[in-house]
């Protein structure tokens, strides 16, 4: 079984930074691309970024040139650096283990002076 735990979430003021981490339990994780999703109230869940097994990288247009994703297989965890941050990227930030249905429980962005 695959766990997925999140972390890094919180406040952060418009322009600041913010890095997520997910570590996830489980020997797939090396072998499985990951995502981070995020859901802002009222809003439908949206792909952020993926990052496939290998390191290739996609991103939201909306995000594109702020956020970084990487991961580390030795540590079984994926990141999310979050630059100049904007109201609009607050939600709630999720892992994922692409092409699975795990995925984890979340870690709240507020974007607010």
């Known amino acids: 079984q695959v766990q997925l735990v999140e972390s890094g979430g919180g406040l952060v003021q418009p322009g600041g930074s913010l890095r997520l981490s997910c570590a996830a339990s489980g020997k797939i994780f090396s072998i499985h691309a990951m995502g981070w999703y995020r859901q802002a109230p009222g809003k439908q869940r949206e792909l952020v970024a993926a990052?496939?097994?290998?390191?290739?990288?996609n991103y939201a247009d909306s995000v594109k040139g702020r956020f970084t994703i990487s991961r580390d297989h030795a540590k079984n965890t994926v990141y999310l650096q979050m630059n100049s941050l904007k109201p609009e990227d607050a939600a709630v930030y999720y892992c994922?283990?692409?092409?699975?249905?795990?995925w984890g429980k979340g870690t709240l962005v507020i974007v607010s002076s």
């Open positions: 990052i496939s097994s290998g390191g290739r990288t």
């Open positions: 994922r283990l692409e092409e699975t249905d795990y």
